[in-house]
Structures are given as C-alpha cells and as structure tokens.
Nanobody, 127 residues
Framework: QVQLVESGGGLVQPGGSLRLSCAGS????????VGWFRQAPGKEREGVSC????????YYADSVKGRFTISRDNAKNMVYLQMNNLKPEDTAVYYC????????????????????WGQGTQVAVSS
C-alpha cells in the first residue's frame, strides 16, 4: 500500500522553527520529484517547495525563500522541510506529494498532476 505520512507540525511562536518530515512507504521515492504544499483556511492549496528526483532542481515560493529548505533522503524514503523564522502567514496544513516528469517549477506552482499525497500536518504560528 502506497503511503505518504507527514509529521512534525505544531504550534510555534513567530520567529520559531519547525522541521516537517514525510515518510514514504510502498514505493521507491528515488524515482519521484517531491514537493511540499500548504493550504490555509479559505485559500487554495499552494506550492511551497519542490525538489527533483536527482536533487538538482529546486523551487521555492517567494514567500518562503531564504527561510525554508527542502531536502530528501532516498535511502530512508524521507522528505523534509526545514522551516525557520516562521511567520503567522505560514499557518496552514502542510502536505507532501510526489510527481514525475517535466516541468517541476510550473507543476509545483500550479499544484498539478501529483501522484501521491500525504494526509497533511497542521502548522500554526502564533504568539
């Protein structure tokens, strides 16, 4: 059974940090691009960051550049999102997803043609 399971969310004060993890099972992560997406209440899901299968192509949304870092450990079938200097506007449910093929940036921005999705983990940034 194919699964993506996110963890690491929680409540944090502005300026704080969280590290989200995404564990894949039932498939080999090596062959997939991976991405983190988020959805705030009343808003559409948006692409936060994506990373190619080879690790040689990365996308970050302008709103998180310089604060978030995506990484992957194919040996462990894991994907991570290190989030620093968190802001209240980062509050959302964060999802990881996998996809394949061309157009990493456009597909990440457009949240298009993802293959597997996790169930999401809540991140709340508040004082």
């Amino acid at each position: 059974q194919v699964q993506l399971v996110e963890s690491g969310g929680g409540l944090v004060q502005p300026g704080g940090s969280l590290r989200l993890s995404c564990a894949g099972s039932g498939f080999t992560l090596d062959y997939y691009h991976v991405g983190w997406f988020r959805q705030a209440p009343g808003k559409e899901r948006e692409g936060v960051s994506c990373l190619s299968s080879l690790g040689d192509n990365t996308y970050y949304a302008d709103s998180v550049k310089g604060r978030f870092t995506i990484s992957r450990d194919n040996a462990k079938n894991m994907v991570y999102l290190q989030m620093n200097n968190l802001k209240p506007e980062d509050t959302a449910v964060y999802y990881c997803a996998t996809f394949r093929g061309f157009g990493l940036t456009s597909r990440c921005i457009g949240v298009r043609n993802m293959i597997y999705w996790g169930q999401g983990t809540q991140v709340a940034v508040s004082s």
